[in-house]
């Protein structure tokens, strides 16, 4: 029961994150080198991790294995590579409350 709440705590979390806006010196390039970064990333980052299957038993009570958190890890760790991979085009953060490049 305790994992279910961390779960269901981490969903509600993860859903307030906010947007990201980026700058860079090369802005009309932006969509294409955010597409690159984001097949790149994905392929890098491998196939989404899939947490045991549900099952019956001998005696047909059906169970649900613990959660697995893997795929939050996996998430993660795609957001890092994409942000990388930006970073390295030369594009950059900026503040979301500003949404303007300088």
């Given amino acids: 029961m305790k994992k279910l709440l961390l779960l269901v705590v981490l969903i509600l979390v993860g859903g307030c994150s906010t947007t990201t806006y980026w700058c860079g010196k090369q802005m009309k390039n932006f969509n294409q080198d955010e597409a690159a970064c984001s ?19 001998s005696k047909g009570n059906y169970y649900t294995p613990e959660p697995d958190f893997s795929h939050v890890f996996w998430q993660r760790h795609l957001n890092s590579l994409y942000e990388s991979c930006l970073y390295s085009k030369g594009y950059y953060k900026v503040d979301s409350s500003t949404k303007k490049c300088p």
Avoid: L
């Fill in 39 to 57: 097949f790149s990333a994905r392929a890098a980052a491998g196939p989404i991790p899939s947490g045991p299957p549900a099952y019956y038993d």
